[in-house]
C-alpha cells in the first residue's frame, strides 16, 4: 500500500527524517480529542464503528506494538510479525472502559517510545525487514512500518473526528 483512497496519504509524503517527530505529534493530538465529555468518547453512533474511546486505544497499542516489531526486527533476520489482534482487543481489554485521560497518558508515551526507537535507526535500521501480514502478506522495511504507522495515526485521527463532529 502506497495511498490511502479515504483519507488520501501517500506514504512517500513524509520524509523519513521527519516519521519520528510526525509519530511523536500524535500524542497530543489524541490528548486533544480525549480530553472531550466522556460520554462522546464511548458513544457508537455509527453501527459496526469504534468508538472514539476504542480508535485511541487501538492506536495507542499499534504504537506499542511497531515498537516492539522494530526491536524484533533488529535481532532477527527477517521475522514474521504475529497480528495484534486488532479485531480481538477491543473487547478483550474493554477498550470502551478504559479512562480517557489514562488512554491519552499512555498513548503520548507508546509515541515517544516509538519515536525514540525511529530516531535510533541508522540506515542499514531503516532497511531491516520482516514479514507483515497487511494490507497482504509481504516482507516489508522498518521504513515502511513507520510509514504505515503514520498511516495509522492519520487515518484514525480522521476517524474520530468525523465521529465527533
Known amino acids: 500500500m502506497e495511498f490511502c483512497d479515504e483519507c488520501g496519504f ?15 505529534s500524535f500524542g497530543p493530538a489524541y490528548a486533544d480529542v ?23 486505544c487501538h492506536v ?9 516489531r522494530i526491536a524484533i526486527a533488529l535481532r532477527e533476520d527477517v521475522p514474521e510479525f504475529v ?9 478483550a481489554d474493554r477498550y470502551n472502559e478504559q479512562d480517557p485521560a489514562v488512554v491519552a497518558a499512555q498513548l ?12 535510533a535507526l541508522d540506515d542499514s535500521g531503516w532497511n531491516r525487514t520482516g514479514i507483515y501480514s497487511w494490507p497482504v ?10 510509514r504505515n504507522t ?3 495515526g492519520k487515518h484514525h485521527l480522521m476517524d474520530v473526528e ?4
Open 150 to 152: 503514520v498511516h495509522e
Open 108 to 119: 503520548g508515551d507508546a509515541a515517544d517510545e516509538l519515536a525514540d526507537a525511529l530516531d
Open 10 to 24: 501517500r506514504f512517500d509524503s513524509v520524509p523519513r527524517d521527519r516519521l519520528a517527530d510526525t509519530i511523536r
Open 60 to 68: 495507542r497499542d499499534v504504537f506499542r506494538t511497531q515498537r516492539e
Open 34 to 56: 480525549l480530553s472531550k465529555p466522556v460520554d462522546a468518547l464511548r458513544a457508537h453512533p455509527v453501527e459496526g464503528v469504534w468508538s472514539v474511546l476504542e480508535y485511541a
Open 83 to 91: 497480528p495484534m489482534g486488532r479485531d480481538e482487543l477491543p473487547a
Open 162 to 165: 468525523r465521529l465527533l463532529s
Open 137 to 146: 502478506k509481504a516482507e516489508r522495511t522498518l521504513d515502511w512500518v513507520a
